[in-house]
Nanobody
């Protein structure tokens, strides 16, 4: 599976962004998908996961603000991020099986 993440950018605190992850190949619909993030000087951390049937799990720090979703017909995954905080600033990566997207920068700043 090859992955291409996009949708990052600069946003003010309280703003929203929607990240997208485009997957190639036929395995996407049979695999769970996750979003990770890595802030400067910190380890990469799991943000959210969505299973093949749509079940979801979130890190405590983003619960209630972020929503992970997928469209198997388009081989696409998404991360809707609302009420963004300064501490959400990081490079965000999508992962399917052992494949990682290239990362997309999210900067929350006033």
């Amino acid at each position: 599976v090859q992955l291409q993440a996009s949708g990052g950018g600069l946003v003010q605190p309280g703003g929203s962004l929607r990240l997208s992850c485009a997957a190639s190949g036929s395995l996407f619909r049979y695999s769970s998908m996750s979003w990770f993030r890595q802030a400067p000087g910190k380890e990469r951390e799991l943000v959210a996961t969505i299973g093949t049937g749509g079940s979801t799990n979130y890190a405590d720090s983003v619960t209630g603000r972020f929503t992970i979703s997928r469209d198997n017909s388009k081989n696409m995954g998404y991360l809707q991020m609302n009420s963004l905080k300064l501490e959400d600033t990081a490079v965000y990566y999508c992962r399917v099986l052992n494949s990682w997207g290239q990362g997309t920068q999210v900067t929350v700043s006033s």
